[in-house]
């Protein structure tokens, strides 16, 4: 499956974007699919997650109120829908997608995912 990531821009903090990560090739369907970032000098880390299957959905802690992880079938596309924008949320965001139903604990590890769409930037900067 090859992965189309799309939506990162520069925003004001307390501003709003919308992630999409397309998919081509074949559906999302049994996959779970995330978002990472990477800021400049720190390491990759996991923002949200969807089990395909049953819609099940994981964030981390400091995102949890403000994003929201969603998905879309008929257009075989998941979305991450950032609110409430900060400097400490600018980063390199990238999706990505493992061809099985990871359990809970399995999300935030990017050693799952077998498949990486292109970064997107988000700048949150006034």
């Known amino acids: 499956v090859q992965l189309q990531a799309s939506g990162g821009g520069l925003v004001q903090p307390g501003g709003s974007l919308r992630l999409s990560c397309a998919a081509s090739g074949r559906t999302f369907r049994s996959y779970t699919v995330a978002w990472f970032r990477q800021a400049p000098g720190k390491e990759r880390e996991f923002v949200a997650g969807?089990?395909?299957?049953?819609?099940?959905?994981y964030y981390k802690d400091s995102v949890k109120s403000r994003f929201t992880i969603s998905r879309d079938y008929a257009k075989n596309t998941v979305y991450l829908e950032m609110n409430s924008l900060t400097p400490e949320d600018t980063a390199v965001y990238s999706c990505?997608?493992?061809?099985?139903?990871?359990?809970?604990?399995?999300?935030?590890?990017?050693?799952?995912?077998?498949?990486w769409g292109q970064g997107t930037q988000v700048t949150v900067s006034s």
């Open positions: 990505a997608a493992a061809p099985r139903s990871l359990i809970q604990s399995s999300f935030r590890s990017p050693h799952e995912y077998e498949f």
């Open positions: 969807v089990r395909w299957a049953d819609n099940s959905r």
